[in-house]
């Protein structure tokens, strides 16, 4: 699973020159919300991205959302980095200082590297964007805030390179606003990496009135307003696209669209405690729970309103509905068009940029993926990528050619053939002993880190809430 960064010079020769980088990451997209996979919601500008691009059928990424960040911005498995979990704001630490990061390494390419939205790798100033590659930042630094108010936990959660910005309107009209503000003021002798991280459609429920009345035929309240603020979220890219256009450089201009984790349903992904104390605390106090804790617990199991179908599962497993998101490459020209149909995972994205940003020196660091390229452009076939990803109820999901393990914590095992099986109905694991031999020794020989997990006492005592009232300082000075 070990590989360096960057690529073979065949690779790099097959790119085009210092294309524009654009990643756009949904928040908790599910597999049945989007309009190319037959969704009830509306996505005509990422259907258009889909039909331009090439349809990552089999892109994998972590369970929840600090994970799949850090994996994002390192190469590295969420497992050795020892980010299994999302970073509450009392986290101390953050992304380890250590590491390098993928703005870090386009800033050596000459890349102009910005950041919009969500970040969610440590609140503290030098874990904070602009200390770790980012030329700018402007957005939150914690999971979620309120579309409306800006707040997280108590506290007011919107700021510009490390400095709170107070700022009226709907979170995603704002970081859509400073896209297209980027892409406008962008010097063009220079090529742009930009990660928009969309806050949409991650709770809580909140969209404009006209975009929830557009889904009025939608019977489920959470189900209607969540499509709302998928259509809020596909306007905003449409806006991406449209001033990519406007400007002459969408075809030197890679886009590359996923989502952070599956979508948020109420299937029951966590440990069996945790539902035990909701729905206890629901039987005596309704579904307003005053216990701060237990009602942000509630909110998180209850209201999301997503749909995963037809994989199995949903935000917070490593079942499919999970961990295996909608994803698009488009550059048009140098990425085929279509589905791509070979398994790789959010750890091979790093290389894979490298080697399409032209990086044949960078790669001290070791990564845990590789790129994918050579078989993106057509270059060369490639065989499905190993991954591995742990839950934060500690279960793992380890893949190996056309098989998925999967261990809980209590060491209860299953086997499926992905490839053939993507909806997880047949464990094969008492007929295929030489597999599960196999993958468990794989797993053993796998590097693992520290558990960076903050206590869980620790976080009831000051819950993440999304949105509501807002106490002193600001979130982006409280650990000053």
């Not at 699973?1 to 020769?13: E, I, K, Q, W």
């Not at 031999?437 to 005592?461: C, E, F």
Request: glycine residues 8%.
């Amino acid at each position: 699973m070990l590989s360096v960064v960057g690529g073979t010079p065949a690779a790099h020769a097959a790119a085009k020159d210092a294309p524009n980088i654009i990643i756009i990451m949904a928040d908790d997209l599910g597999w049945n919300d989007v309009g190319y996979h037959g969704s009830d919601i509306a996505t005509p500008h990422l259907d258009r991205l889909a039909a331009e691009g090439a349809q990552l059928t089999r892109f994998y990424v972590n369970s929840v959302c600090s994970p799949t960040r850090a994996s994002l911005l390192t190469g590295l498995s969420s497992v050795r980095l020892g980010i299994t979990s999302p970073m509450p704001k009392i986290t101390p630490t953050g992304l380890p200082l250590v590491l390098d990061t993928l703005p870090e390494y386009l800033r050596q390419l000459n890349y102009q590297t910005h950041l919009v939205g969500k970040w969610h790798l440590g609140v503290k100033r030098p874990y904070q964007p602009n200390q770790r590659g980012f030329d700018s930042f402007y957005g939150n630094l914690s999971g979620a805030v309120g579309y409306y108010d800006h707040v997280h936990g108590g506290h007011y959660d919107w700021q510009r390179d490390g400095k709170t910005v107070r700022e009226t309107g709907y979170a995603t009209h704002l970081q859509a606003d400073e896209a297209v503000r980027i892409l406008r003021a962008h010097d063009a002798e220079q090529p742009l990496f930009m990660f928009l991280s969309l806050a949409a459609p991650h709770l809580p429920n909140e969209a404009p009135q006209a975009a929830i009345d557009a889904y009025a035929h939608i019977e489920d309240e959470r189900r209607r307003i969540h499509a709302a603020m998928v259509s809020e979220m596909d306007t905003a890219i449409g806006r991406v696209l449209r001033e990519l256009d406007a400007q002459g450089i969408t075809e030197n201009t890679l886009v590359w669209f996923m989502s952070d984790n599956g979508g948020l349903t109420d299937y029951r992904s966590m440990p069996a405690p945790f539902y035990r104390i909701v729905d206890t605390a629901k039987w005596i106090f309704g579904d307003n729970i005053p216990i701060r804790f237990i009602e942000f617990m509630r909110t998180n199991t209850e209201d999301g309103g997503s749909d995963n179908t037809p994989l199995k599962g949903a935000k917070g497993a490593i079942t499919e509905g999970g961990i295996r998101v909608p994803a698009i490459i488009s550059w048009p020209g140098s990425v085929q068009s279509g589905k791509f149909e070979t398994r790789f995972s959010i750890v091979d994205v790093l290389p894979t940029l490298l080697d399409i940003a032209g990086d044949k020196t960078l790669g001290s660091q070791p990564v845990d993926g590789q790129s994918y390229w050579p078989a993106l452009s057509g270059a060369a076939d490639m065989p499905h990528a190993p991954f591995i990803t742990e839950a934060f109820n500690g279960t793992i999901a380890l893949f190996h050619e056309d098989w998925k393990m999967i261990i809980t914590a209590n060491g209860d095992t299953a086997l499926y053939n992905i490839q053939a099986d993507p909806t997880e109905s047949v464990n094969l694991a008492a007929m295929h002993g030489d597999v599960i031999a196999l993958m468990r020794a794989r797993l053993m020989a796998l590097p693992k880190g520290k558990n960076l997990a903050v206590p869980l006492w620790k976080v009831a005592i000051d819950p993440d809430e999304f949105g509501g009232e807002e106490r002193e300082p600001p979130l982006a000075e409280l650990y000053d």
